[in-house]
């Protein structure tokens, strides 16, 4: 029988990761014809409101009920907008290990809400699930991208070669594939000990991550 994660919500103190549903799909939309997420995702542009339908109502809840992994619509606690995305993915249920994906609206950008997610799913996933490894991979001109892995105590790895088709604006508007190195980067049990420890010299955890207070329901 295919291993599946469990239905769940994950909180924090400013945050609520659920699963979505067709009251998403206008935000969804939105936030998805964004520039920098067409250019660093594999997303059809233009992105449609039958492509956010989908995506919200097939292929999220799919991922979990098929074991390949699970979606979380990121929402903001207290006014319940669609901040962002959080999709575990490629999990291997023997090796105890999946890959992680993010992206965050262009309206929430600079509030932490990525590190924020990202932590609280590590949390749950290595805590409540016992997995022992999460992965992210970053393209390599991605430096927001990457800015949330160091932050939330990612290793890297090493670098993919050649190994992800990136999108980039043309002259006349338009959008053009280019080819671009892709950086590995792990989290493990441990390194998410040792972020906390870090952080208990009385600047807290909160100040480093503003929101933190992770739990699961």
């Keep these: ?8 919500s994950i909180s924090t103190d400013r945050l609520v990761l659920r699963p ?10 939105e936030m998805m014809n964004d520039e920098l ?12 409101t039958a492509d956010a339908r ?11 009920t098929s074991g390949r992994g699970i979606v979380f619509a990121v929402t903001e606690f207290l006014t319940h907008r669609l901040v962002g995305i959080v999709h575990l993915h490629h999990t291997d249920w023997h090796t105890l290990a999946t890959e992680v994906a993010y ?14 997610s990202v932590l609280a799913v590590a949390q749950w996933l290595f805590r409540d699930q016992k997995f022992e490894r999460l992965e992210l991979r970053t393209a390599a001109d991605n430096t927001a991208s990457q800015q949330v892995a160091q932050k939330i105590g ?18 006349d508007g338009g959008w053009t594939d280019i080819r671009t190195d892709l950086i590995v980067w792990s989290l493990l049990p ?4 040792e972020v906390r420890e870090q952080h208990t010299d009385g600047t807290g955890y909160a100040t480093a991550f503003p929101g933190w207070s992770p739990g699961w329901r």
């Design 1 to 8: 029988m295919t291993s599946t994660f469990p239905d769940i």
């Design 20 to 29: 979505f549903d067709a009251s998403d799909v206008p935000a969804l939309t």
């Design 37 to 48: 997420i067409t250019a660093w995702t594999s997303v059809p542009h233009p992105y449609t």
């Design 54 to 64: 989908d995506w919200a109502l097939h292929t999220a809840p799919a991922e979990r």
């Design 103 to 116: 992206v965050t609206a262009p309206w929430a950008r600079g509030e932490g809400y990525a590190c924020e």
């Design 154 to 171: 990612c290793i890297s790895e090493g670098v993919l070669r050649n190994a992800w088709i990136a999108r980039s604006r043309t002259e």
């Design 190 to 193: 441990e390194d998410l000990d």
